[in-house]
């Protein structure tokens, strides 16, 4: 019985490696190259493979993705009709958690003034809004979404949040579904995407939307944050919001096209924070142990667990 990782843009080395430790009595085949007779494959660990490499397994009874997000799936034609399974694991969590709140302090506390300052040596203490009065909203209140909410209430921040479904979290007000879409949005100084990649979630964060931010709150104006997709923003909308001042700052970790090309306008704009899509590495120990003990369980019986929605998108 064999196990098949299938990655394109990683290197698939300590992923088997760690398998191999982990699962000891299974035979570890690797995508393309080494795939042996696909009909021996039970399992699929994939990140952004081709569905081909899946549908050439005619025995597979799972298919595991190596990161919280399924659109690398999803988006694709001719899935093989198995269940997915998502990672959902404290270690991609706290990651996560650790560069949304990064990320909220830098604008909050100006860093981006202040760096700039130093580059000039000069020596200027600016007016410091209170955490209390510095309003986060947070799009997408699941496992990633709540556990960054959680930490930022800790932190003194007003945290909302909002979600398809209604939601019950300490000291974060909740708003649910399209209706409640424009009061989450009034009462919003820094937006946080953490959405997954739908149809329904395409495009959404664009002009009309960032218009709806207030212009009247601790910062002086609205801050957008997206470590979810970039196909759920809108590049050039951004672009224009931070260069025109409806937005005063943003930090995105994710893009439309990733590698951001060369000749984006946000690689230069002083206001915008990017990085290349690090916010929350899935870590081969980590998430190899968390498979693997699916694996395990399924084979004793177990159902498996963080299961996609194909339908849903999520
Ligand atoms: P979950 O599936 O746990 O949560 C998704 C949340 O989004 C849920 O609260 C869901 O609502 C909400 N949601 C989905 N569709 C809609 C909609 N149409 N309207 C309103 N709310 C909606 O996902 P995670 O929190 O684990 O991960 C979120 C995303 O983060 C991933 O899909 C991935 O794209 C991204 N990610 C990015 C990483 C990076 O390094 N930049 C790393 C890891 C993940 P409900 O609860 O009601 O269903
Ligand atoms: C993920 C990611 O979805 O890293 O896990 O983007």
Known sequence: MAILIAVTGWDAGPWAERLR???????????????????????????????????????????????????????QQGLPDVPIVRVVD???????????????????????????????????????????????????????????????????????GWARTPKDLAGVECFAGEEAFDAFLARTDILVNLLPLTPQTHGLIDRGVLDKLPRDGALGGPVFINAGRGGSHVEADIAQALRDGTLIAASLDVFETEPLPADSPLWDLETAVVTPHIAADSDPDAIIDYVA??????????????????????
């Not at 995508?31 to 490499?53: E, N, Q, V």
């Not at 800790?154 to 909302?160: C, D, E, F, P, S």
């Not at 498996?304 to 339908?311: C, I, Y």
Request: proline share 5%.
């Open 21 to 75: 430790a982990r699962l000891p009595d299974r035979d570890i085949r690797i995508w393309p190259d080494a795939m042996g007779d696909p009909a021996d494959i039970r399992y699929a660990l994939t990140w952004k493979a081709p569905a081909s490499a899946l549908t050439a397994c005619p025995n597979l009874q799972a298919v595991f993705s190596l990161g919280a997000g399924v659109d690398h799936l999803l988006g």
């Open 293 to 314: 003990a699916q694996i395990r369980a399924f084979e004793a019986g177990a159902d498996l667990e963080n299961r996609v929605d194909p339908a849903r998108g999520y």
């Open 90 to 160: 404290p270690d991609l969590t706290g990651r996560m958690s650790e560069w949304i709140t990064l990320q909220v302090l830098l604008h909050h506390r100006q860093h981006l003034r202040y760096a700039a300052q130093q580059r000039r040596h000069e020596w200027t203490p600016h007016a410091q809004a209170a955490a209390r009065d510095v309003r986060v909203g947070i799009l997408g209140l699941g496992v990633l979404g709540a556990d960054a909410a959680e930490v930022l209430v800790r932190l003194g921040y007003r945290v909302a």
